[in-house]
Nanobody, 126 residues
Framework: VQLQASGGGLVQAGGSLSLSCVASASTFKYWTIGWFRQAPGKERESISWIRPSDSSTWYADSVKGRFTISRDNSKNAAYLQMNSLKAEDTAVYYC????????????????????WGQGTQVTVSS
């Protein structure tokens, strides 16, 4: 499975961006999708996931209330709508997919995801 992430760019603080992640295989619809980000000089962090069946979601506290994850299984795609962006949201954003089923406030580890997109740069100017 190959994932193609897109939608990054330069935006002013307070603005919005929408990231997309498109998979090459329809099995994508059966798997959990996650979004991660890595800011300069920092470790990659998990910020959101969405389950395959009931579309339950989770968000890290740093993005809760501002970001929305969604998926469209008919298009083998997932999205991350990012609103009220802050300078600290500047990072490379990655989508990933895996066959595990998280629940509640579970924070997934990178190893739980089997396939990764190439990353898309988001830069928020203050």
């Amino acid at each position: 499975v190959q994932l193609q992430a897109s939608g990054g760019g330069l935006v002013q603080a307070g603005g919005s961006l929408s990231l997309s992640c498109v998979a090459s295989a329809s099995t994508f619809k059966y798997w959990t999708i996650g979004w991660f980000r890595q800011a300069p000089g920092k470790e990659r962090e998990s910020i959101s996931w969405i389950r395959p069946s009931d579309s339950s979601t989770w968000y890290a506290d740093s993005v809760k209330g501002r970001f929305t994850i969604s998926r469209d299984n008919s298009k083998n795609a997932a999205y991350l709508q990012m609103n009220s962006l802050k300078a600290e949201d500047t990072a490379v954003y990655y989508c990933a997919t895996g066959r595990f089923l998280p629940d509640g406030d579970y924070v997934p580890a990178e190893y739980e995801f089997d396939y990764w997109g190439q990353g898309t740069q988001v830069t928020v100017s203050s």
